[in-house]
C-alpha cells in the first residue's frame, strides 16, 4: 500500500502556476509532520516546504519562499503545495513525504512530475 498518492503536476509556462496535493493513507495518516522535496535531472533530492500538522507552522527552502504556499486539510488528510510564479528551475519530480514522528522523513509518496517551459 502506497501511503501517500500525489497529484496535479504537469506542464506549465514560466510565470505560471500550479496546484499540487497529497492524500495520506495507512500509516502515513497518523503523522507529525508532511512536506514536499523535489528532484531535477542530476541533481540531489532538496527539502522545498513542510508543514507540521498540530500546529501549522510552516519551512520553506530559500529558493521558493514566497512563491510557494504549503498548506493542509484536516478534513480530506491532505497536504497541498500552491506555486506560483513558476520558473524554468523549478522543474522536477515533486515528492510528498511525511514524518510519522519527530525524526526522518520516513514514508514517501512515489513524485508527481512538474516542468516549466520557458
Known amino acids: 500500500q502506497v501511503p501517500l498518492v500525489e497529484s496535479g503536476g504537469g506542464l506549465v509556462q514560466a510565470g505560471g502556476s500550479l496546484r499540487l496535493s497529497c492524500r495520506a493513507t495507512g500509516r502515513a495518516s497518523s503523522k507529525y509532520a508532511m512536506g514536499w522535496f523535489r528532484q531535477a535531472p542530476g541533481k540531489e533530492r532538496e527539502f522545498v516546504a513542510g508543514i507540521v500538522w498540530g500546529a501549522a507552522s510552516t519551512a520553506y527552502s530559500d529558493s521558493v519562499k514566497g512563491r510557494f504556499t504549503v498548506s493542509i486539510n484536516k478534513f480530506r488528510n491532505e497536504v497541498h503545495l500552491q506555486m506560483n510564479s513558476l520558473k524554468p528551475e523549478d522543474t522536477a519530480l515533486y515528492y510528498c513525504?511525511?514524518?510519522?514522528?519527530?525524526?526522518?522523513?520516513?514514508?514517501w509518496g512515489q513524485g508527481t512530475q512538474v516542468t516549466v517551459s520557458s
Open positions: 513525504a511525511a514524518k510519522i514522528s519527530k525524526g526522518d522523513w520516513s514514508e
